[in-house]
C-alpha cells in the first residue's frame, strides 16, 4: 500500500531569521510520524532579504524540500493560492513561517484527520500577545462580516490548518483575485473541527502585514462575501423616502385640514420635498447596486456548488 503524501505548505516573506528553526522543528515532528510522506512547500512571496539563498540551499540537501519562488511580492493569499495548485497530495497543512504556528500541533491534526474531518482548524485561545487595535480590529471584523454575510465565520481562528485533498481540489475551482484563502475554506462546508491553541510571538523579524493591509483584506472578505454595503444605498433612499414621505403628509394634512396650527412655513415644505427627491436618487443607486451585485457575483465566478463524492458515477465530482 502506498503511503499517504501530507505537504506542509508555508509562504514566506522576509523570513530568514525563522526559516531554519522553522525547518528544525518541522523536522523533530515529522521524524515521529512515520506512516506518512511529507514534503515542505516555500512559497517565496517576493522576499528582499535572503529567504529564497536559505531555501535553495535546504531543498538541495534535502528531497522533501520544495519552493515556489512568486516574481514579486503577491501577499500571503496569492502566495498560498500559488501552493495550493502546484499541489497534489493527501492533505495539506498551512502553516506561517515565524512559528506563531507552532509544528508541535501537527500531529493532532493529522489525528483529527484520521478520525475523518476534511478540515482541521485552529483557533487561538487567547489574542493577549497581539496589540490592543488588533484585537479590537478583529472583533469588529468578525461582528461586522458575520451580521452582513450569508455564512459564519468563526472568530479566532488562523490560518493554520490541514486541508483534506477534497477541500484542495475544491480550492483550485476558486478563480477570484481578491480572496481571502481562511474565508473560502469556511464558505466552502465539508466536514470540520477545531483544535485551540495559544500563539506564541513572532521568532524573529517584523510581520509583514501593515494595518493597511489588513484593512485592504478586511475590505476585500467583506465585499466577497457580502452584497449588504452595496445595498446600503438603497436602503438608505427607502428609509429616507417613507420618514419623509410621511412627515409630508403630516404637513398637508396640518395645513388643509388642520388650520396650520403647527405653523409649518413654505420653506419647511421645499425642505422635505427636496429631502424626498434625494431619497429617491438613493433608492435608484440601490437599484443599480443591485445589478452591480449580480455583475459581481457572476465575475468572480466561484464555484455554483461543491460535491464531496458520488456514488455509482464514473469520474470525480469535477468532472460530473
Ligand atoms: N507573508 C507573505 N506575504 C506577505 C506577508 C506575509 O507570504 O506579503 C507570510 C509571512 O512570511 C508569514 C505569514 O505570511 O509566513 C504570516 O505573516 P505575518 O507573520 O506577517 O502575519 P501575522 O502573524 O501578523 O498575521
Ligand atoms: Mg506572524
Sequence with gaps: MTRQQVAILIPIYNESGNIVALVQAIERVIADLTRYDFQLLFVDDGSRDDSVAQLEVL??????????????NFGKELALTAGIHALECDAVIIMDADLQHPPAYIPEMIRKWEQGYEIVATKRTKMDRQPLLRRLGSNLF??????????????????????????????????????MVRGLIDWMGYKKTFIDFEAPKRHSGKPGYSYSR???????????????????????????????????????????????????????????????????????????????????????????????????????????
Design 59 to 72: 531543498a538541495a540537501a534535502d528531497p522533501r524540500i520544495g519552493l515556489i519562488e512568486l516574481s514579486r
Design 142 to 179: 468578525y461582528w461586522l462580516l458575520n451580521s452582513i454575510s450569508e455564512f459564519k465565520m468563526e472568530p479566532g481562528t488562523t490560518d493554520f490548518r490541514l486541508l483534506d485533498r477534497i477541500v484542495v481540489d475544491a480550492l483550485k475551482q476558486f478563480t477570484e483575485n481578491n480572496r
Design 214 to 320: 489588513l484593512l485592504q483584506l478586511a475590505l476585500n472578505s467583506f465585499m466577497a462575501f457580502s452584497l449588504v454595503p452595496l445595498k446600503l444605498a438603497g436602503y438608505l433612499g427607502v428609509f429616507v423616502i417613507t420618514a419623509f414621505g410621511l412627515l409630508l403628509m403630516f404637513m398637508l394634512c396640518d395645513r388643509f385640514w388642520l388650520g396650520g396650527r403647527f405653523g409649518f412655513t413654505p420653506i419647511a415644505f421645499v425642505i422635505v420635498t427636496n429631502v424626498i427627491m434625494n431619497g429617491v436618487v438613493l433608492a435608484c443607486i440601490g437599484l443599480v447596486a443591485i445589478y452591480i451585485g449580480h455583475i459581481h457575483t457572476e465575475v468572480i465566478d466561484r464555484p455554483l456548488y461543491l460535491v464531496r463524492k458520488t456514488v455509482g458515477l464514473k469520474g470525480r465530482s469535477r468532472n460530473l
